[in-house]
């Protein structure tokens, strides 16, 4: 059964997965740019792409897990601090 715009499960499932950017999904099944965006986003055709991994979600987690390890955020707060300490004792002419 087809949805909005006559497109069938099939082609929806196709352009909810497309890694291609959205004008030329839109141009290959003949459709608008924006019913692209709306069915990547989940806005339309729902039940559709229900269970579907989004390729945008997993180019994301591949850059997160890419991205090494965590920053402790502690550390990073107090060396912070130090430098502006020193700079500031610096600058008032005492003993750093």
């Known amino acids: 059964m ?39 986003a989940r806005r339309i055709h729902k039940a559709t792409t229900m269970g579907l991994k989004s390729p945008q979600m997993a180019r994301r987690e591949t850059r997160n897990r890419a991205a090494g390890a965590p920053i402790d955020m502690g550390r990073l707060a107090d060396a912070i601090s ?15």
């Open 2 to 40: 087809a949805g909005p715009k006559g497109l069938s499960p099939r082609v929806v499932r196709s352009i909810f997965q497309s890694k291609e950017p959205a004008p030329a999904t839109a141009k290959r099944y003949k459709v608008s740019a924006n019913l692209v965006y709306l069915i990547k």
């Open 82 to 96: 130090k430098k502006v300490v020193l700079e500031l004792v610096r600058r008032l002419g005492g003993k750093g």
